[in-house]
C-alpha cells in the first residue's frame, strides 16, 4: 500500500542554522501539507501546497518557513534560520483532492531538536 | 476558528473490553467533517474513520463506531473488543468543508492491556 515517507526521522540541529525536512508524498496526490506538534501539544497546521503554491498558510508559517516541491516526487519544509522553539514532530501529508472530506495520508514524522 | 478538545489525555483498559474516547468541538460551521487518526507508538498516523456532518448515521467501521451528537458538538469513538494492536495515541480532528487544513485535538493516549 503506498505510504508517505519522511527522511530524515531524527534531524538535530544548533540555534541558527538552516535545516530542510524532505517528504515524498503518494505518487497520485496533489495536495500536500505540513504539520507540526510540539511535545504535549496538539498537531498544528503549517502550510496546504498545490500546482506548485501555497494553497493556505497558518500564522505559525512565517517568513522563516518555505516549502518547495523540487522534482516531481519530493516535497520539502525548509526552516531559514532555526529557533529552539521550532524544536517539533514534523509531519507530511498528501491527499488526492483538496476538498475538505478527503482523507490526507500522513507521513512517520520527523523529530527536529534544536540546540 | 475552530477548536477540538479531547478530555482524557490517557486511558487504559484490557483486552476484549469496550472503550469509548471522547471529543467536543466548537465551530460555527453548519458543512464539515471529523475524523479520529490513530497513531501507534514509532508509526504514522492512520485513518480510522471519518464522519459527514450532514449525515445523522453514526459511520463505522468494523470495531470501530462513532457517537456523532452534531447539537452538541461531541464527536466520541467507541472501540468493541478491543485488541493490543489497538494501543495508540488518538486523535480526533475537524476540518470544514472545503478547507484544507484539519485541526487536531491533544490526543487520548489508549493503552489496552493483557
Known amino acids: 500500500e503506498p505510504e508517505v515517507t519522511q527522511t530524515p526521522s531524527h534531524q538535530v540541529t544548533q540555534m541558527g542554522q538552516e535545516v530542510i525536512l524532505r517528504c515524498v508524498p503518494i505518487s497520485n496526490h496533489l495536495y500536500f501539507y505540513w504539520y507540526r506538534q510540539i511535545l504535549g501539544q496538539k498537531v498544528e497546521f503549517l502550510v496546504s501546497?498545490?500546482?506548485?503554491?501555497?494553497?493556505?498558510k497558518s500564522e505559525i508559517f512565517d517568513d522563516q518557513f518555505s516549502v518547495e516541491r523540487p522534482d516531481g516526487s519530493n516535497f520539502t519544509l525548509k526552516i531559514r534560520s532555526t529557533k529552539l522553539e521550532d524544536s517539533a514532530m514534523y509531519f507530511c501529508?498528501?491527499?488526492?483532492?483538496?476538498?475538505?472530506?478527503?482523507?490526507?495520508?500522513f507521513g512517520p514524522g520527523t523529530r527536529l531538536t534544536v540546540l | 476558528a475552530q477548536t477540538v478538545t479531547q478530555s482524557q489525555p490517557e486511558m487504559s483498559v484490557q483486552e476484549a473490553e469496550t472503550v469509548t474516547l471522547s471529543c467536543t468541538y466548537d465551530?460555527?460551521?453548519?458543512?464539515?467533517?471529523l475524523f479520529w487518526y490513530k497513531q501507534p507508538p514509532s508509526r504514522q498516523m492512520i485513518l480510522v474513520i471519518r464522519?459527514?456532518?450532514?449525515?445523522?448515521q453514526n459511520a463505522t467501521e468494523n470495531r470501530f463506531s462513532v457517537n456523532f451528537q452534531k447539537a452538541a458538538k461531541s464527536f466520541s469513538l467507541k472501540i468493541s473488543d478491543s485488541q493490543l494492536g489497538d494501543t495508540a495515541m488518538y486523535f480526533c480532528a475537524f476540518i470544514r468543508q472545503g478547507a484544507q487544513k484539519l485541526v487536531f485535538g491533544q490526543g487520548t493516549r489508549l493503552t489496552i492491556n493483557p
Open positions: 501529508a498528501s491527499s488526492d483532492r483538496g476538498k475538505g472530506g478527503n482523507e490526507q495520508f
Open positions: 465551530t460555527s460551521e453548519n458543512n464539515y467533517y
Open positions: 501546497f498545490y500546482n506548485n503554491e501555497i494553497s493556505e
Open positions: 464522519q459527514e456532518a450532514y449525515k445523522q
